[in-house]
């Protein structure tokens, strides 16, 4: 390049650069409130760049800030004499409107929506400009018009997010769904724009109307997309069987992929649907000609019938039934999973530990990877916690911690030493692990080591003995062992003998949650009451309050008080992690239309 155009490229450059650093300049000190510094570099760059609209609507906008409004007119003037941009005539429009000259605001509001007609390519450029001025009426006329003079455009979600800033959720709902229509690839977007809008509760009156829409487009033009939506719908509302009727439609129109359906009989086992969860699992059982698939779901639905089996009988017929299941798949890498989870039933339900730690030593055998080894040896290690053989067990997890340094389940094995020496009593050695593990990239061990460490430390000072914390540890170990009664006791032991000190509070609430896996949810509530009332300005104050509230709320009928309740939380408890479920249940029973 001739150095003469090497000199022009330079200084093109530096005023490009020049005129960027400007406007950041400008763009600060109109951020702090320096609106007359701002309107100095405004004005320049104005200037500079004459044609720029980007400047002339900062330079304009300062102005107004300023309440210079003459000079604001005189500059939107200055620009409309050269060309009669209507968006620029809207602003005019505006600035005669904050100095409540309306008629003048309405003539030229007019001007610019009437020029819609003769060019619409202007249709986005001046909506956007009455939405900057929260013009919502206008700015909708000029997208229902842009609807009408370019059908091959949409403007439906642009209307949606008027409608839905103006409280019209009928109309917002329509547009949405208009623009699912025009655009199926967005649905994902729109159920994240909808959902402020619906709640669990399936009779709130936005449900009901966005339900309608649905099956009506179902009935009109029976689209995939629209049995996905009324799917999410469905789930939104934990009305997964609903869910899983359409979810069915769906895959039975394209039967490529049963991952939506093993997803929904997921999220249904989650939140406790489990009856509707393994009646999904059945439909998979019966529909997949995968291996894999098929032995997760038969997992899914033998961990199921465990939870809800109460007799020696049924847990025979789940122990005949996973070994049905190897003699069909047989045991090996494939099957790792079922062996993980057959050796925890073995260990954990049927009382056999020896029984398990033979079959998961036999897995061991197997050839698996690093990972898998760690996995079998974490269950062999809790096991053995399970038989208070402690420093057996501590030998497996530092295994696991040394072969797989700073990997998740090197952490969660850290941990496991940690809950282990705590069990012991060794409560020093379980602090200094812990401590380590608070940065863990696991934020549920992080958290779960963060509890644990606060309840050592906050009690482990009180009594030079530590005899309370060594009874909630031994509490903690029996709760782990299933022997959930003899946890109970041993909490009322601390209830009872140390009275005063400062770990009631936490023992009161592990004897709460102890008594709702026993469903004896009125002890519950009582441990409950008990932690508002005397220790309402302690760290669990929070927890009780919530917890009691879904206790209210899902098993012992009473909507009112757990409505005060998760009121409570929203106004006294806002840094709670409870906070925003809170919000979202405490609206859902004053029967809120808008989440």
Do not use: C
């Amino acid at each position: 390049m001739k150095p003469y155009l090497l000199f022009i490229v330079f200084i093109h450059s530096l005023t490009f650069v020049r005129g960027q650093n400007s406007e950041v300049l400008a763009d600060n000190y109109y951020k702090q409130g320096e609106f007359k510094k701002a309107l100095v570099i405004y004005e320049n760059l104005n200037k500079e760049k004459p044609y720029s609209y980007t400047y002339l609507y900062k330079l304009i906008d300062t102005h107004q800030q300023l309440e210079q409004f003459e000079d604001a007119k005189n500059v939107i003037l200055k620009r409309l004499a050269k060309r009669r941009n209507p968006s620029l005539v809207v602003e005019l429009g505006y600035n005669y409107q904050i100095q409540d000259s309306l008629e003048k605001a309405k003539i030229l509001y007019r001007e610019a929506i009437d020029y819609i007609d003769e060019n619409p390519n202007y249709i986005y450029n001046v909506a956007r400009t009455f939405e900057d001025h929260s013009l919502l009426d206008e700015a909708i006329e000029v997208y229902n018009k842009g609807k009408i003079l370019t059908p091959d455009k949409d403007y439906s979600i642009q209307l949606a997010r008027i409608y839905g800033d103006q409280g019209k959720i009928e109309k917002m709902f329509e547009n949405y769904i208009e623009y699912v229509a025009y655009r199926p690839n967005y649905l994902n977007n729109i159920k994240r724009a909808v959902s402020d809008f619906i709640s669990e509760n399936k009779d709130n009156d936005n449900n009901i109307y966005l339900r309608r829409l649905l099956l009506k487009k179902i009935q009109q033009e029976p689209n995939p997309y629209w049995y996905e939506f009324l799917s999410w719908l469905y789930v939104q509302e934990k009305a997964y069987k609903k869910s899983f009727v359409q979810e069915k439609a769906l895959y039975k129109r394209n039967p490529e992929s049963l991952d939506r359906i093993i997803e929904l009989a997921i999220t249904a086992l989650d939140d406790n649907d489990s009856q509707t969860a393994k009646t999904i699992f059945n439909f998979i059982l019966q529909t997949t000609q995968d291996a894999g698939t098929a032995l997760t779901a038969h997992q899914y639905i033998l961990e199921i019938d465990i939870q809800n089996a109460t007799s020696k009988k049924e847990l025979d017929e789940i122990d005949t039934a996973y070994n049905n299941l190897f003699k069909t798949f047989g045991k090996s890498e494939l099957t790792l999973p079922l062996q993980l989870s057959y050796g925890k039933f073995l260990a954990f339900h049927q009382k056999d530990s020896k029984g398990a730690t033979d079959f998961l030593r036999k897995s061991l055998k197997l050839n698996i990877s690093e990972f898998q080894e760690a996995e079998v040896k974490i269950l062999l290690a809790d096991i053995l916690v399970l038989q208070e053989r402690f420093n057996e067990a501590l030998i497996f997890y530092s295994q696991i911690q040394l072969s797989l340094k700073n990997s998740t389940i090197s952490q969660e094995a850290r941990f496991k030493v940690a809950k282990t020496s705590y069990y012991k009593g060794d409560f020093d050695w379980a602090e200094s692990q812990l401590k380590i593990l608070k940065s863990s990239t696991s934020q549920l061990i992080a958290n779960d080591a963060l509890d644990l460490k606060l309840l050592i430390s906050d009690n482990k000072w009180e009594d030079s003995t530590q005899t309370a914390l060594k009874h909630y540890a031994k509490a903690d170990l029996f709760a782990f062992q299933n022997k959930t009664d003899e946890a109970i006791s041993l909490l009322d032991k601390i209830l009872e003998e140390h009275k005063g000190e400062s770990i009631i509070d936490q023992t009161l609430f592990q004897q709460a949650k102890l008594f709702e896996k026993k469903k004896q949810y009125n002890k519950a509530e009582a441990n409950y009451l008990q932690i508002i009332k005397d220790y309402s300005e302690d760290i669990l104050a929070d927890d009780a309050h919530y917890y009691l509230a879904e206790l209210y709320n899902t098993h012992l009928s009473k909507p009112e008080e757990a409505k005060q309740l998760y009121e409570k939380i929203i106004f006294d408890f806002e840094d709670s992690i409870y906070f925003i479920e809170a919000r979202k249940k405490y609206r859902m029973l004053r029967g809120d239309s808008i989440e």
